[in-house]
C-alpha cells in the first residue's frame, strides 16, 4: 500500500512539474493588481507568443522583501512597481541589474534611476479617499490636516502601513514636513499619534481595505490614487487631492540581478515604457506616466484633470530612504495602537 | 546476527542524521545569524531586545494566550470526545463527524471565514445588531480575545481527535472491572479512563501549545494593536531587519522549549499499557428516548455553532465581486465565481501543487514518525529523549523562521555540508511541510507505540517472524488508528499550509493558500471563498478518508 502511494505521488509529480508549456517564463513580482497585471501579460505575450509571463502580486515591501531573501538563487526577472526608494534599496543591496530601456531619454528627469538600476513608468499620488455614499463631497477632509478632526475619529481606516509603499510614503511625507518646518520629528510622531487615535483598524490588505469601506467600518483612508480609481465603482469611493500638496511617488520598474530571463525581463521594461505600453496602462489601468512625450489629448480625461489639480508636495526622497526605517520602527514599538479608541 | 546488528545501528544513525539535517541544521543556521553582523559576533541585538518593552509585551501575550488556548481547547475537545465515543444516540455518526469541521478551515481561510461572520459587519454582528436595535455592533472582533477564540476554534480539533483515538484503544474490560470493583463514575473516569489517556491528553496539549506559539493568521489578522511574537518576527523580516528577526526568532524558540521541556517529560513520565485483547468497545445507549433527543439536540447545537463559519464561507463563494456592500446577508447569488474558477486554467495549478506537496510530506513524515517511535519505544536506543525532542521540535519554531531557515541553508551548492540549492523548486515546499507536521505524525506515532502492547511484537517474533514481517503484520496494522490520525492531521495541514509557503514558494510551485491570499489581495473576496471551499472538501475528502482507516483500524 505504502509503496503504492510513493509510486503514485511520484508519477503524479514527474507529470505536474516535469510538463507544461514550452514557451519561456518570465516570472515578474508587482504590487500592481491582477487586473493591471492580466493586461500586460496578455499584450506582452500578444507581442512575443515564445513568452509566458507569470506574475506574483504581493505588496511592493514584500516584493522588496522577497528579491532579498531569494539574492543566492534570484526567482523573479522583472519587479514591477514601487516607490523609487525602495528601488534605491534594493540597489544599494546590489539586488537589481542596471539596464537603460530604450526610453529613458523620454521620461521625466527623476525617474531615471541612479546608475540605471531602476526607470520610473508611473507617477502616483497619494490621495484621501472616503465613502461617497456615507460623507458628501462638501464635508469630506480637503488636506491631510483635516483628517485629524475630532468628526473623523474612529472613521478612519488605514492599510497595515508596514507593508504598504504608499503608506510609508504618506508617513514619510508627515516626518519630512515635521523637520522641514520644525527641525524635529517630534511634531511628525504627534500627528502621527493622532492620527492613531483616529484610526480604527490597521487592515492587513488592500482588499479587505476595500472591503470594509464599502461596509462602511469606517468611511476615511489615505492610499493611493490609481488604486481608489481602479476599485471606486465597486466600492463607492471618491478621492482627494489634498490641497497643501500630495507626495507623488516615482513608480519604478526593474531587472532583478541574476534574472533566469534577462533578455526577456529587458524586452518587458522596454514595452512598459513604450508609447504602446504608456497609453495602455493610462488608458486602461488609471495609471499616470512618466513619458514627457505624449500629448494631452490622446490621454483619458481623469488624467487631464489629475494633472491639472494636483499639488506635488516636494520631499527629500534620500532623507526619506535613510530614516524611513527608524521611523517606522519607532512608529511600530511606541504609536501604533497607543491612540485612545 | 552480526550483520543484522551493523544494519540495526545503521539504520538508526540514518534517522538521527535525517532527523538532525532537516530539524535542527537550519535552524542553528538561525542562530549564528542572529549573533553574525559584518563586524563579527555580537550579543548587542540580543540586549536590545530584552531592554524594548514592546518586544517583552509581545513574548509575554504569546505564552499567555497559548496557555489560555490549551485550556479552553480541552475544555471544548475533550467532553466532546467523550460525548460522542460512550453514548449512542441519533445521528452520533453524522455529527460526529462534523464536530471535527473546524480542521477543515486552513488557518487563513478560517480567520477569514470568521470575519465574514463575526466581523464588525460580518452577517452575525450585523444581524444581533439589527434584531436588537443596536447603534454600534455588538462586539469588535480584534485583540487577544478575537485571538483566543479562534484559537480555541480551530485547535480543540486537536484535543477531540486524539481523545477519540485513545478512548478507541482502552479495553472496555477495565472499565468492567472498575465497576465489578464497585467503583462509580466519576471515580472510573479519575482512576481509571484520565490515566490510561494521560499520553494522548498531554500530546494534545503540547500539539496545541505549540501551534498556538507558532499561530500567525488570527494574530495577524486580528490582532490590531496587540502584538504576539510571530507578527513581530514578520513585521520585522519586511523591514528588512534580518537580524532583529533572527532574535525574535531564537527568544520566542527558547520560551517555547522552556515550557515545552516539563510538558513533554509530564507526558514520558507517566505509560500506561493497557493489555489488548481486541474485545470492542461498547457505546452507552441513552436508553429513554426524551434524554436520547436531549443529547442529541445539545450536540446538534453546538455543531451548528461550530459548522457556521463553512457554511459562512459557502455562501460568500456565491456572492458575485462588489455587490454585498451595507446589507447584513449579501443581496445577490450567482454561480460566477466557479465558474471562472474553473474556465482558468491556471486556478487547477495550485490544487495540483497543494495536493502532491501535502501527500509527499506527509508519506515522508508518517515513515520517519513509525521509524523514530520504533527506535524510541521498542529499541529503547540511546538518545531516545533527544529522539522524541528532534520531533516536537518544530512546533517550537514558527513557521516563518523555519522557512526563511531552510532559505538561507538551502539557497548554496555546498554537497559537503549536506546544503544543495533547494529554493525555488518544489522540493524545499515539500521538506518544510515534512518537518512542519513531523510533530503531528509523530506525536501520533509515539502515542500508537505506548499503547500498543509490546507482548503481541515478542509473540510474533517468538512464533519466528522476522523484525520487518513483524513491523509489516503486527506493529503497523496496531498502529493504524493511530498514524491514521497523525496523517490525516498532517495531509490537512499541508494541504493548507500557508505561513512557510508565502516564503518559499514560487509562481510555478504555489499553494492554494497562496492562491487565496492573492485573490484576496485582488479584493475577490467570493473567488477566495470559492477556493476556500474547494479546499474545504479536498480537506474533507482526505480527512473522511483518515477517519475509515481510524474506524476500520479500530474494529479489527
Known amino acids: 500500500m505504502k509503496r503504492h502511494l510513493i509510486g503514485i505521488t511520484l508519477a503524479v509529480m514527474a507529470v505536474a512539474f516535469g510538463c507544461g508549456d514550452s514557451r519561456t517564463v518570465l516570472t515578474v513580482y508587482s504590487p500592481h493588481g491582477k487586473e493591471q497585471l492580466v493586461l500586460f501579460e496578455e499584450r506582452f505575450e500578444a507581442l512575443h507568443p515564445e513568452v509566458d509571463v507569470q506574475w506574483v502580486d504581493m505588496g511592493s515591501q514584500e516584493v522588496l522583501d522577497r528579491v532579498r531573501s531569494e539574492s543566492a538563487n534570484p526567482q523573479a526577472d522583472v519587479w514591477y512597481g514601487g516607490p523609487a526608494l525602495f528601488f534605491e534599496r534594493a540597489a544599494a543591496d546590489e539586488?537589481?541589474?542596471?539596464?537603460?530601456?530604450?526610453?529613458?531619454?523620454?521620461?521625466?528627469?527623476?525617474?531615471?534611476?541612479?546608475?540605471?538600476?531602476?526607470?520610473?513608468?508611473?507617477?502616483?499620488?497619494?490621495?484621501?479617499?472616503?465613502?461617497?455614499?456615507?460623507?458628501?463631497?462638501?464635508?469630506?477632509?480637503?488636506?491631510?490636516?483635516?483628517?485629524?478632526?475630532?468628526?473623523?475619529?474612529?472613521?478612519?481606516l488605514i492599510r497595515d502601513p508596514l507593508a504598504s509603499?504608499?503608506?510609508?510614503?504618506?508617513?514619510?511625507?508627515?516626518?519630512?514636513?515635521?523637520?522641514?518646518?520644525?527641525?524635529?520629528?517630534?511634531?511628525?510622531?504627534?500627528?502621527?499619534?493622532?492620527?492613531?487615535?483616529?484610526?480604527?483598524?490597521?487592515?492587513?490588505?488592500?482588499?479587505?481595505?476595500?472591503?470594509?469601506?464599502?461596509?462602511?467600518?469606517?468611511?476615511?483612508?489615505?492610499?493611493?490614487?490609481p488604486d481608489?480609481?481602479?476599485?471606486?465603482?465597486?466600492?463607492?469611493?471618491?478621492?482627494?487631492?489634498?490641497?497643501?500638496?500630495?507626495?507623488?511617488?516615482?513608480?519604478?520598474?526593474?531587472v532583478v540581478?541574476?534574472?533566469?530571463?534577462?533578455?526577456?525581463?529587458?524586452?518587458?521594461?522596454?514595452?512598459?515604457?513604450?508609447?504602446?505600453?504608456?497609453?495602455?496602462?493610462?488608458?486602461?489601468?488609471?495609471?499616470?506616466?512618466?513619458?514627457?512625450?505624449?500629448?494631452?489629448?490622446?490621454?483619458?480625461?481623469?488624467?487631464?484633470?489629475?494633472?491639472?489639480?494636483?499639488?506635488?508636495?516636494?520631499?527629500?526622497?534620500?532623507?526619506?530612504?535613510?530614516?524611513g526605517r527608524e521611523w517606522m520602527r519607532y512608529w511600530d514599538a511606541s504609536i501604533r495602537g497607543q491612540g485612545v479608541r | 546476527m552480526n550483520s543484522s546488528r551493523r544494519g540495526s545501528r545503521v539504520f538508526v544513525a540514518l534517522v538521527f542524521a535525517v532527523l538532525i539535517w532537516a530539524v535542527v541544521y537550519p535552524n542553528f543556521v538561525v542562530l549564528i545569524e542572529s549573533v553574525r553582523t559584518e563586524g563579527g559576533l555580537t550579543l548587542t541585538r540580543y540586549l536590545d531586545f530584552l531592554r524594548t518593552e514592546s518586544e517583552l509585551r509581545a513574548l509575554w501575550s504569546s505564552v499567555w494566550i497559548s496557555l489560555a488556548t490549551v485550556a479552553l481547547s480541552a475544555l471544548v475537545g475533550v467532553p466532546l470526545a467523550f460525548l460522542f465515543a460512550g453514548y449512542e444516540f441519533p445521528g452520533r455518526r453524522a455529527l460526529g463527524a462534523l464536530a471535527?469541521?473546524?480542521?477543515?478551515?486552513?488557518?487563513?481561510?478560517?480567520?477569514?471565514?470568521?470575519?465574514?461572520?463575526?466581523?464588525?459587519?460580518?452577517?452575525?454582528?450585523?444581524?444581533?445588531?439589527?434584531?436588537?436595535?443596536?447603534?454600534?455592533?455588538?462586539?469588535?472582533?480584534?485583540?487577544?480575545?478575537?485571538?483566543?477564540?479562534?484559537?480555541?476554534?480551530?485547535?480543540?480539533?486537536?484535543?477531540?481527535?486524539?481523545?477519540?483515538?485513545?478512548?478507541?484503544?482502552?479495553?472496555?474490560?477495565?472499565?468492567?472491572?472498575?465497576?465489578?470493583?464497585?467503583?462509580?463514575?466519576?471515580?472510573?473516569?479519575?482512576?481509571?479512563?484520565?490515566?490510561?489517556?494521560?499520553?494522548?491528553?498531554?500530546?494534545?496539549?503540547?500539539?496545541?501549545?505549540?501551534?498556538?506559539?507558532?499561530?500567525?493568521?488570527?494574530?495577524?489578522?486580528?490582532?490590531?494593536?496587540f502584538r504576539v511574537m510571530t507578527t513581530q518576527i514578520f513585521n520585522s523580516k519586511l523591514q528588512g531587519e534580518l537580524g532583529v528577526a533572527m532574535v525574535e526568532t531564537v527568544m520566542l524558540a527558547a520560551v517555547s522549549l522552556l515550557i515545552l521541556w516539563p510538558l513533554s517529560r509530564w507526558e514520558g513520565g507517566r505509560e500506561y499499557v493497557a493489555p489488548g485483547k481486541g474485545t470492542r468497545s461498547v457505546r452507552v445507549r441513552v436508553s429513554s428516548r426524551w434524554a436520547a433527543a436531549g443529547v442529541a439536540l445539545v450536540a446538534g447545537l453546538g455543531v451548528a455553532l461550530l459548522v457556521l463559519p463553512h457554511l459562512t464561507l459557502l455562501l460568500v463563494s456565491f456572492v458575485p465581486d462588489g455587490s454585498w456592500t451595507t446589507q447584513t446577508l449579501p443581496p445577490v447569488y450567482s454561480l460566477e465565481n466557479y465558474v471562472e474558477l474553473f474556465s482558468e486554467a491556471?486556478?487547477?495549478?495550485?490544487?495540483?501543487?497543494?495536493?502532491?506537496?501535502?501527500?509527499?510530506?506527509?508519506?515522508?513524515?508518517?515513515?520517519?514518525?513509525?521509524?523514530?517511535?520504533?527506535?524510541?519505544?521498542?529499541?529503547?536506543?540511546?538518545?531516545?529523549?533527544?529522539?522524541?525532542?528532534?520531533?516536537?521540535?518544530?512546533?517550537?519554531?514558527?513557521?516563518?523562521?523555519?522557512?526563511?531557515?531552510?532559505?538561507?541553508?538551502?539557497?548554496?551548492?555546498?554537497?559537503?555540508?549536506?546544503?544543495?540549492?533547494?529554493?525555488?523548486?518544489?522540493?524545499?515546499?515539500?521538506?518544510?511541510?515534512?518537518?512542519?507536521?513531523?510533530?503531528?505524525?509523530?506525536?501520533?506515532?509515539?502515542?500508537?507505540?505506548?499503547?500498543?502492547?509490546?507482548?503481541?511484537?515478542?509473540?510474533?517474533?517468538?512464533?519466528?517472524?522476522?523484525?520487518?514481517?513483524?513491523?509489516?503484520?503486527?506493529?503497523?496494522?496496531?498502529?493504524?488508528?493511530?498514524?491514521?490520525?497523525?496523517?490525516?492531521?498532517?495531509?490537512?495541514?499541508?494541504?493548507?499550509?500557508?505561513?512557510?509557503s508565502i516564503v518559499l514558494y514560487t509562481h510555478r510551485t504555489r499553494p492554494i493558500s497562496i492562491e487565496i491570499l492573492s485573490q484576496l489581495r485582488d479584493f475577490d473576496l467570493g473567488a477566495a471563498a470559492a477556493y476556500g471551499v474547494l479546499l474545504m472538501l479536498l480537506v474533507a475528502g482526505a480527512f473522511l478518508f483518515g477517519q475509515r482507516w481510524l474506524q476500520g483500524g479500530t474494529a479489527a
Do not use: C
Not at chain 1, 259 to 287: C, I, K, M, P, T
Not at chain 2, 163 to 180: C, H, K, Q
Not at chain 2, 205 to 216: E, G, I
Not at chain 2, 425 to 452: D, E, N, S
Open chain 1, 257 to 323: 540581478r541574476g534574472a533566469e530571463q534577462g533578455e526577456w525581463a529587458r524586452a518587458f521594461v522596454d514595452y512598459l515604457g513604450s508609447v504602446e505600453g504608456q497609453l495602455l496602462a493610462a488608458r486602461s489601468a488609471y495609471r499616470n506616466i512618466t513619458r514627457t512625450d505624449i500629448p494631452d489629448d490622446s490621454l483619458p480625461d481623469w488624467l487631464v484633470n489629475v494633472k491639472r489639480e494636483l499639488v506635488p508636495m516636494e520631499v527629500d526622497w534620500a532623507l526619506l530612504e535613510t530614516r
Open chain 2, 346 to 500: 491556471r486556478t487547477l495549478r495550485p490544487i495540483i501543487n497543494s495536493l502532491i506537496m501535502a501527500s509527499a510530506a506527509t508519506v515522508a513524515a508518517v515513515a520517519l514518525a513509525v521509524a523514530v517511535g520504533q527506535l524510541v519505544v521498542r529499541w529503547g536506543v540511546r538518545g531516545k529523549k533527544l529522539l522524541e525532542g528532534l520531533l516536537i521540535l518544530p512546533w517550537a519554531l514558527p513557521g516563518t523562521v523555519l522557512a526563511i531557515a531552510l532559505a538561507t541553508t538551502f539557497s548554496v551548492s555546498q554537497p559537503l555540508t549536506l546544503r544543495w540549492v533547494l529554493v525555488g523548486t518544489p522540493w524545499i515546499l515539500m521538506l518544510a511541510y515534512t518537518v512542519r507536521v513531523l510533530p503531528l505524525t509523530g506525536r501520533a506515532a509515539l502515542a500508537g507505540f505506548r499503547q500498543l502492547d509490546p507482548s503481541l511484537e515478542e509473540a510474533a517474533a517468538s512464533l519466528g517472524a522476522g523484525p520487518w514481517r513483524t513491523l509489516r503484520r503486527v506493529t503497523l496494522p496496531g498502529l493504524l488508528p493511530a498514524l491514521a490520525a497523525g496523517a490525516s492531521l498532517a495531509f490537512v495541514t499541508g494541504l493548507g499550509e500557508f505561513v512557510a
Open chain 1, 228 to 254: 481608489v480609481l481602479r476599485v471606486q465603482d465597486r466600492v463607492h469611493l471618491a478621492y482627494v487631492l489634498p490641497e497643501s500638496g500630495t507626495p507623488v511617488l516615482v513608480d519604478g520598474v526593474a
Open chain 2, 100 to 225: 471535527a469541521m473546524p480542521v477543515l478551515l486552513p488557518p487563513l481561510v478560517g480567520v477569514i471565514a470568521i470575519l465574514f461572520l463575526y466581523g464588525e459587519s460580518g452577517i452575525a454582528s450585523r444581524m444581533i445588531q439589527g434584531i436588537l436595535g443596536l447603534e454600534e455592533p455588538p462586539w469588535r472582533l480584534q485583540g487577544a480575545f478575537a485571538i483566543l477564540a479562534v484559537h480555541a476554534y480551530s485547535m480543540y480539533v486537536y484535543f477531540y481527535l486524539f481523545t477519540l483515538a485513545g478512548l478507541a484503544r482502552v479495553d472496555p474490560a477495565v472499565f468492567e472491572a472498575a465497576a465489578s470493583l464497585g467503583a462509580g463514575r466519576l471515580r472510573t473516569l479519575v482512576r481509571v479512563t484520565l490515566p490510561l489517556l494521560t499520553p494522548t491528553l498531554a500530546g494534545a496539549s503540547l500539539l496545541t501549545f505549540m501551534t498556538s506559539m507558532a499561530s500567525f493568521s488570527a494574530p495577524y489578522v486580528l490582532g490590531g494593536g
Open chain 1, 165 to 225: 509603499g504608499t503608506m510609508r510614503t504618506i508617513f514619510g511625507m508627515i516626518m519630512y514636513r515635521s523637520i522641514q518646518e520644525t527641525g524635529d520629528t517630534a511634531a511628525g510622531y504627534e500627528w502621527l499619534r493622532k492620527l492613531d487615535a483616529q484610526t480604527k483598524e490597521y487592515v492587513l490588505n488592500p482588499a479587505l481595505l476595500y472591503q470594509k469601506l464599502a461596509r462602511q467600518e469606517g468611511v476615511i483612508t489615505l492610499w493611493n490614487l
Open chain 1, 95 to 156: 539586488l537589481l541589474e542596471p539596464y537603460r530601456p530604450s526610453w529613458a531619454g523620454s521620461v521625466l528627469p527623476e525617474a531615471r534611476g541612479p546608475g540605471d538600476h531602476y526607470f520610473g513608468v508611473y507617477l502616483t499620488p497619494a490621495v484621501i479617499a472616503y465613502n461617497s455614499e456615507a460623507v458628501d463631497s462638501a464635508e469630506a477632509p480637503r488636506d491631510w490636516d483635516d483628517v485629524l478632526e475630532p468628526r473623523w475619529k474612529g472613521e478612519v
